[in-house]
């Protein structure tokens, strides 16, 4: 099955910098790789998404990346906001007709004010 | 996206009993799964609920654990039976496919229910 691997675990950054997060994935069959942004005792939320045809996809400060060559993906938050430190997840759907998501283990990003 | 409640949204229960999770959603949907979030771990898929038919479950989780009932396309049920405190967690429902959203992958999360088994 697939398995999503994600750096770093933890990320800090200054208010105004920006962040990256990476995945790999293992499934070459795998065509949608979704984001989800959770804060503290809340439900993950869908923040941007990307699929295998598309190479870049951006929505105001946030922007997604995918290299299907290297299976992998990143997502880029520019100008950070203290409202933007979470944990963020990422993940990827291998299974056609199923679309089961397999989730990365998570990075919590911390804004610095 | 759809609007999306479980019940109950906490609960602590004792060690040997079962407790039933609802998930509804406000609209029809194609997809509804069942999701363990472990304090400050991701999320591990226990299994899809398919309509009308037994649901899929993951490897490392069974029928009789984790019993699953879907009705109908806006309606799922988890029952965790024979609960141990190590079945203190999140569980979530999500949902996809839907043909109110944007594309048919796309899954929201339903706010949780938090376990607790003393």
């Known amino acids: 099955g697939e398995n999503v691997e994600q750096h770093p675990s933890t990320l800090s950054v200054q208010e105004g910098d920006s962040a990256v997060i990476k995945c790999t994935y293992s499934d070459s069959a795998s065509n949608y790789f979704p984001w989800y942004k959770q804060e503290l005792g809340k439900r993950p939320q869908l923040i941007i998404d990307i699929r295998s045809n598309v190479g870049e996809k951006k929505d105001q400060r946030i922007a997604v990346t995918l290299n299907k060559t290297a299976k992998h993906f990143s997502l880029h938050i520019t100008e950070t906001q203290p409202e933007d430190s979470a944990v963020y997840f990422c993940a990827a759907t291998s299974d056609f007709g199923n679309e089961k998501l397999t989730f990365g283990t998570g990075t919590r990003l911390t804004i610095i004010p | 996206s759809a609007v999306i409640s479980q019940k109950p949204s906490r609960d602590i229960c004792q060690r040997g009993t079962s407790l039933t999770i609802q998930c509804q959603v406000d609209?029809?949907?194609?997809?509804m799964f069942w999701y363990r979030q472990q304090p400050g771990q991701s999320l591990t898929l226990i299994a899809t609920?398919?309509?009308?038919?037994?649901?899929?479950?993951e490897s490392g989780f069974v029928i009789d654990k984790f019993p699953i009932s879907r009705p109908n396309l806006t309606f799922s049920t988890l029952t965790v039976s024979n609960m141990s405190p190590e079945d203190s967690s999140i569980y979530l429902c999500?949902?996809?496919?839907?043909?109110?959203?944007?594309?048919?992958?796309?899954?929201?999360f339903g706010p949780g229910t938090r376990l607790t088994v003393l």
């Open positions: 999500s949902v996809g496919g839907s043909s109110t959203t944007r594309s048919y992958n796309e899954q929201f």
């Open positions: 609920a398919n309509q009308g038919s037994e649901a899929t479950y």
């Open positions: 609209s029809q949907v194609t997809m």
